[in-house]
């Protein structure tokens, strides 16, 4: 399977404890996504990577939550202190370089996310 | 600012057509088309470029109005199969994310 893959799948946490989920982009796609999905709404962004490079962040983005994407290959996304307002599905994207053209956004392929349950 | 998706939901028999519409209050690069089926990841389905044409996709079509910051997603002879929640998700300037709207949910019935 080439496509995007996240680790876990479920996580079911205690409010106030940590969680870190993984994401593994398509092989060579240098662009990284993390968004967040609540029931009956779209996804909204988290934030964006080029290679390891962190070069935006939303202001849903609080200071609990931090990304890495050390060697620009697989992301990790981190909640500390869990709350139950965290509670839905996690989705990374990725795409590769864009091309020519006005747009700087290529198609995101998105991963099968991860549904964090703080209880 | 999230884009406004139109209507919030259709129920249509198979074989029927269907339009859903995505509007924004700033000005776009480009409108990517999505679709979620309930429990699976967003499929992506095509992107209209700023200056492009009207791309299609099988019987999935969709135009760029670039006046008026609006697109649409056209849905010809629908099958089983297109049910789910289609969102469109659009790319303004300076920004590299996407900023989806609130999605259109689509049941084809038999």
């Known amino acids: 399977d080439t496509g995007v893959s996240q680790d876990p799948r479920h996580k079911i946490t205690k409010r106030g404890q940590n969680v870190t989920f993984r994401c593994d982009p398509i092989s060579e796609h240098n662009r990284l996504y993390w968004y967040r999905q609540t029931l009956g709404q779209g996804p909204e962004f988290l934030t964006y990577?080029?290679?390891?490079?962190?070069?935006?962040k939303s202001r849903l983005l609080s200071d609990r939550f931090s990304a890495e994407r050390p060697k620009g290959s697989f992301s990790t996304l981190e909640i500390q202190r869990t709350e139950q307002g965290d509670s839905a599905m996690y989705l990374c994207a990725s795409s590769p370089r864009p091309g020519l053209g006005p747009s700087s956004t290529d198609t995101q392929y998105f991963g099968p996310g991860t549904r964090l349950t703080v209880l | 600012q999230q884009p406004v998706q139109s209507p919030q939901a259709v129920i249509l028999r198979e074989g029927e057509d269907a339009v859903i519409n995505c509007s924004s209050s700033?000005?776009?690069?480009?409108v990517h088309w999505y679709r979620q089926k309930h429990g699976e990841a967003p499929v992506f389905l095509m992107i209209?470029?700023?200056?492009?044409e009207q791309k299609g996709h099988e019987k999935i079509s969709a135009s760029f109005n670039e006046k008026k910051q609006q697109s649409s997603l056209y849905l010809t002879a629908s099958q089983l199969s297109y049910s789910g929640t289609y969102f469109c998700?659009?790319?303004?300037?300076?920004?590299?994310?996407?900023?989806f709207g609130s999605g259109t949910r689509l049941q084809v019935q038999p």
């Open positions: 990577f080029q290679n390891e490079a962190q070069l935006e």
């Open positions: 700033k000005a776009l690069y480009s």
């Open positions: 998700g659009t790319e303004n300037m300076g920004r590299r994310a996407l900023t």
């Open positions: 209209l470029l700023k200056g492009g």
